[in-house]
């Protein structure tokens, strides 16, 4: 598996394409809450979606939450277990 920061270069490319922000993704701190910056639940879904096509997985049901999608940091936490 890839090492940290080129998942989150992943998951970052994945946000700025999916996610319509607010703000630049090149102003997002790891731990930065994604909603609070403009991600609606609809482009949640559109970044699921991505993540899922990107890293060749599939969130369980267990995982489709606000929590997990909230920051490039938890998102990574859940790729890497489901890669793992």
């Known amino acids: 598996m890839a090492n940290t920061e080129s998942i989150d270069s992943q998951i970052i490319q994945i946000i700025a394409d999916h996610a319509k922000l607010a703000i630049d993704v090149k102003d ?17 879904v559109n970044v699921m979606l991505a ?22 940091g938890s998102i990574r ?8």
């Open 51 to 72: 993540l899922e096509d990107a890293f060749d997985l599939e969130f369980p049901d267990r995982m489709l939450n606000v929590q997990v999608f909230s920051c490039v």
């Open 77 to 84: 936490e859940a790729i890497l277990e489901l890669t793992a």
């Open 28 to 44: 997002l701190g790891i731990d930065d809450n994604l909603y609070s910056s403009g991600m609606t639940s609809l482009s949640s």
